[in-house]
């Protein structure tokens, strides 16, 4: 759920609907806060599809939690950067902390760059706090749309839940309003910025049961899967990438979304799943992973080897 590695990068790092946008080489890019070319639009670059009409290649970034996100960096950040951005996911309920006016402020101004806005991971303390009382889940539910969030992610990494009691937490989730993204992963525990030896001893689970979970949810109406990257990327003494083979493979890449919150994970996405791989990364990270995905920039690994189909479709 929430990479620890964050902290060193924020150490390091800076911290209407959008308007359309054509990557295509034979035309100008817009950047979404204007309604010019950007200078060095005659340069090759990725094709990439418009913000209005993206399904795969979506960004999601982490909001407050780490480090305050104002609604006036926000504002500043999408204005620049907010073509490149999809949405913004708030981390360890931190929204619960904040006044409802400047709650409200920040999923304005969300709303305002059209990103969409999540909680993150927050219901499973409301259900553990409510021994899974269905009408404080619905008054959570009900808050949190009339607040204005968009999507409600749903996750067990510290809580042993039946797989049909979830499936009818994603249905009664969508029923209120709000898109359920429900997170799965492969470890007990995930979520709390666990020690690897913390992690192992609590062990971890088979990627198919993983991948099964994924379809018995999106059979219930998810509308994304968040691949947990603890146990995969995050926290492990190697990574598991053949825990993230056999999800790219089971799996509707526009269902699926990886939590990517360091650079050589969200690389090695890139890498192994092309330009239009669904990722959630810090704020800091958005330009980074951007030069990544038009091709413009790179590692050793990828410089010059990231690249698009023009004719390709989602």
């Known amino acids: 759920m929430i990479s620890h590695a ?3 990068l924020s150490r390091r790092s800076q911290p209407h609907r959008a308007l359309s946008t054509t990557a295509r080489l034979s035309q100008p890019l817009t950047s979404s806060s204007s309604s010019t070319s950007l200078p060095f639009s005659f340069l090759p670059a990725n094709s990439l599809t418009p913000k209005s009409k993206r399904t ?23 204005s620049d950067w907010g073509e490149y951005v999809d949405g913004i996911k708030f981390a ?54 009339n607040l204005g969030f968009d999507v ?35 470890q007990w525990g995930a979520g709390g910025d666990a020690s690897v030896e913390e992690l192992e001893s609590a ?4 990627p198919k049961w993983l991948i099964d979970r994924a379809k018995v949810f999106l059979d219930a109406g998810a509308h994304m899967i968040m691949i947990e990257s603890e146990g995969i990327t995050e926290n492990v003494k190697s990574w598991r990438t053949d825990v993230i083979s056999a999800v790219t493979s089971g799996l509707p890449a526009e269902k699926i979304m990886f939590e ?35 091709g413009i920039w790179g590692t050793g690994g990828t410089f010059a080897r990231v690249v698009t189909f023009e004719g390709a479709k989602e």
Request: contains cysteine; aromatic residues 8%; glycine residues 10%.
């Open 6 to 8: 964050c902290r060193r």
């Open 56 to 78: 795969t290649g979506l960004t999601e970034i982490r909001g407050p939690y780490y480090a305050p996100v104002t609604a006036t960096y926000l504002d500043e950040l999408l």
């Open 92 to 145: 360890g309920g931190a929204f619960s902390l904040m006044p409802e006016e400047r709650l409200k402020g920040l999923i304005d101004v969300c709303h305002k760059h059209d990103c969409y806005v999540s909680t993150g991971g927050f219901i499973e303390r409301v259900l553990s706090s409510s021994g899974g009382s269905k009408d404080v889940i619905s008054k959570y539910l009900t808050t949190c749309k």
């Open 152 to 186: 409600l992610e749903i996750s067990s990494g510290f809580l042993s839940i039946p797989t049909n009691d979830w499936a009818s937490l994603i249905e009664f989730t969508a029923k209120h309003g709000l898109k359920p993204k429900p997170e799965v992963g492969i």
């Open 203 to 206: 062990g971890s689970r088979d």
């Open 260 to 294: 990517a919150a360091e650079p050589d994970v969200f690389s090695y996405h890139i890498q192994n799943q092309g330009a239009r791989a669904n990722l959630f990364i810090d704020h800091s990270q958005i330009v980074q992973l951007a030069c990544l995905r038009r």
